[in-house]
């Protein structure tokens, strides 16, 4: 079989870089005549049998379009200088996950090359600390990552999940935190899944599905979830199930019980919905049933901590931009509900309840900022934060004084943060080293106008002195969807790409939650072309004043992301210089029908619906591409066995847009192996992508 997969490969190759009429060959793709009705409409889908990752055909293809790629990119003369650079930019020493857990502290460190993070642990904040966890270990391509943690409240045992190139299954196991040395417990076939422990330490609670076959264990569809307790010392067949709903297929659980150990709170999801339903269960009372507290998918409702039967609540039920409530079990009717912080003009992020108090983390136009409140709901203070950047609060106890956060911004790498909830004082408890000067750069935000007339927010990020001339190598990134906001973040190919007087754009589109509920269902849906427009008009807006032109204009974007950049760039492919869609969304009428996929339906809508499909059918990437039409220069990315967005999304929409193409640009596709959807990919794996990628712009937009 191998040797006729390369025999296969080396005719397909051929000579894929011989010119014709100026425009590049690329190998064959067989096209088909597969025709899907929807509704009464007629639906080509030509390159069906590439979603099949597995064929030989498939495999084949792959092969050929990897070496067309790798042959265009490694006579690009920048490419070594820029993968040189990242390499140097990347070695420094960084430090993630500041936490406090039964006595003692844990943070993740890089020293700067390494391909993992590397988990530590402390007796005191500054005292010596020593390896808990080095990933790097479990695998000699550094392709096996961590991809979940939690400390059992006796601060003894680590419950820890790993997954495996890039795979969002995850392989749950303990380890004695004082020997350092692993338990027999495992857990497998877990995914979307957290751990939590049990008040008495002996056991955790977990989400899992049922075992898939081998051929489906990267492409089946994720439903009927269960919750499970696993005990210590007990094989996974013995442990017991928790809870778990047949009549919906689409629910996913995440339980945890109260630090006094009384209750067991679940949060119950269904799809990729920013809402939920509540139950609990009284751990205490023998033979006690599941109260349905919250039963109306109305709002999203996070578990704080409780005082007895007063249970605490972030949530936006009746409150798009987020409050505090409080409901005493013992009198559950909704009239007895109790607001404590009540809904303000910024949107409340995240929350924490310590040391008597509520630490409110808010988004004021896409940056952070935080607010310290008594339980009663009185105020205490504001947060001084280090500047406009991103701030994520460390998890913490109910009777912690001292709290920990991150802050990062778009030119300074993450640090860390402890903040005294007594005095409000802030004392740095780890700071990265720097190789280069971030003083240099300049972050500034604009509004603008979109086509609706709705004010956007954006962020331009460039070195000082840039000018603007309509001539400046512009990046411009999105994401749109899923209520998830675009706040500031380092990306050492960020800094690179401002070294060479590069600038960075990132607009807050709709879709995300910058703005709150109202803002996120904006772009769903039967609303998804309002991300569209918001993004295209960024693109105008920044032509219009100046920073860029067509010929210089880059946009990228990763996942729904990855959407945005296939949908934008059919509706207006004269307006960008270049496009880079990574792991996205291509096919919007088959997307419910692999992984996790269905769970997207909340923003996207469903395909079975008619009103929908006419939505989906008139933006979706794949089924929108124009023969005959000149596209700019395009490389897609994609790993070749994503579990979450599955490669055949990539796959399809690369070959049916290198047939369309009528333009002299190259259409490209680079296709990582041993890879997923992008979540724990190595560092000499992120150096290699993202030389790759900043190769392909400096060639399309003349940097080179």
């Not at 943070?107 to 390896?131: C, E, H, M, W």
């Not at 601060?155 to 392989?171: F, H, N, P, T, V």
């Not at 857990?187 to 075992?211: H, I, L, P, T």
């Not at 203070?381 to 106890?397: Q, Y």
Request: glycine share 8%; charged share 25%.
């Amino acid at each position: 079989m191998r040797l006729s997969l390369i025999a296969l490969a080396a005719v397909l190759i051929g000579n894929l870089l011989e010119a014709a009429n100026n425009k590049m060959t690329y190998p064959p793709a067989r096209r088909s005549d597969q025709v899907d009705i929807y509704h009464g409409v007629r639906v080509e889908d030509a390159y069906r049998w590439l979603e099949d990752a597995d064929s030989a055909e498939t495999k084949a293809w792959v092969t050929a379009e990897n070496a067309l790629t790798s042959e265009y990119l490694k006579k690009i003369p920048v490419r070594q200088r820029i993968e040189r650079r990242l390499t140097e930019l990347w070695n420094f020493e960084r430090f993630t996950g500041f936490f406090k857990a039964g006595g003692r502290y844990f943070y993740s460190r890089n020293d700067g090359l390494q391909n993992q993070n590397v988990l530590f642990t402390a007796p005191s904040i500054q005292g010596n600390a020593r390896v808990l966890l080095d990933p790097n270990t479990l695998s000699k391509d550094g392709t096996v990552a961590l991809s979940g943690l939690a400390v059992s409240d006796n601060g003894k045992l680590l419950a820890y999940s790993i997954s495996r190139s890039g795979s969002d299954w995850q392989e749950w196991r303990v380890r004695d935190i004082v020997s350092g040395q692993d338990l027999p417990d495992l857990v497998n076939w877990s995914k979307f899944s957290n751990a939590a422990w049990s008040n008495d330490d002996d056991g955790f609670y977990y989400q899992r599905f049922a075992e898939p076959t081998s051929a489906k264990q990267l492409t089946g569809v994720n439903e009927y979830a269960k919750l499970y307790y696993h005990r210590l010392g007990k094989p996974q067949s013995a442990d017991k199930l928790v809870y778990e709903r047949p009549d919906h297929k689409d629910w996913n659980f995440a339980g945890q019980s109260t630090e006094d150990g009384r209750y067991l709170v679940m949060e119950i999801s269904k799809g990729a919905e920013d809402k939920n339903i509540l139950f609990y269960q009284d751990l205490k009372t023998p033979g006690a049933k599941v109260v349905e507290l919250v039963d109306v998918f109305e709002g999203a409702y996070s578990f704080l901590g409780n005082e007895g039967s007063r249970f605490y609540f972030r949530t936006t039920a009746g409150s798009p931009k987020g409050r505090i409530i409080m409901i005493d079990v013992t009198k559950p009717a909704r009239g007895d509900w109790k607001e404590i912080v009540p809904e303000q003009k910024d949107t409340l992020q995240d929350a924490r309840m310590a040391g008597g108090m509520l630490t409110l983390a808010y988004l004021k136009d896409a940056y952070s900022a935080a607010k310290i409140y008594k339980l009663d709901g009185s105020f205490v203070r504001e947060v001084a934060m280090p500047g406009i950047g991103t701030v994520t609060w460390s998890p913490a106890r109910l009777s912690d004084t001292e709290l920990f956060y991150s802050y990062t911004s778009f030119s300074i790498p993450s640090a860390i943060y402890r903040y005294d909830l007594k005095t409000g004082a802030t004392t740095v408890a780890r700071e990265s080293k720097l190789s280069f000067d971030p003083a240099v750069y300049q972050t500034k935000q604009v509004f603008y106008n979109s086509k609706d007339g709705t004010r956007v927010p954006m962020f331009l990020v460039y070195k000082k002195g840039l000018t603007q001339n309509g001539a400046n190598p512009t990046y411009l990134y999105g994401y749109g969807g899923f209520n998830i906001s675009l706040t500031p973040s380092f990306s050492v190919p960020i800094i690179e790409w401002m070294e060479r007087g590069g600038l960075f754009a990132v607009p807050n589109l709709r879709g995300g939650g910058e703005y709150g509920e109202a803002w996120h269902e904006a772009g769903t849906k039967q609303h998804k072309q309002n991300v569209f427009d918001d993004f295209i008009v960024a693109a105008e807006w920044l032509i219009a004043n100046r920073y860029t032109s067509t010929p210089k204009l880059a946009i990228g974007g990763g996942s729904n992301g990855g959407l945005l950049i296939g949908a934008c760039l059919n509706q207006r492919p004269d307006l960008y210089g270049a496009a880079l869609p990574a792991v996205g969304v291509m096919d919007m009428l088959r997307f419910h029908k692999f992984t996790i996929g269905w769970a997207w339906m909340t923003d996207y809508g469903s395909p079975d619906n008619p009103e929908d499909f006419k939505a989906l059918r008139a933006y979706s990437p794949l089924h929108n591409i124009r023969t005959g039409t000149k596209y700019p220069p395009t490389l897609v990315t994609t790993a070749d066995h994503d579990d979450r967005v599955v490669s055949g999304h990539s796959f399809k929409y690369a070959a049916a847009l290198q047939h369309a193409q009528e333009g002299p640009a190259p259409i490209l596709i680079r296709i990582e192996t041993k890879a997923g959807h992008g979540a724990g990919k190595p560092t000499a794996k992120i150096i290699e992508e993202a030389a790759d990628r900043w190769a392909f712009l400096a060639k399309s937009l003349g940097m080179d």
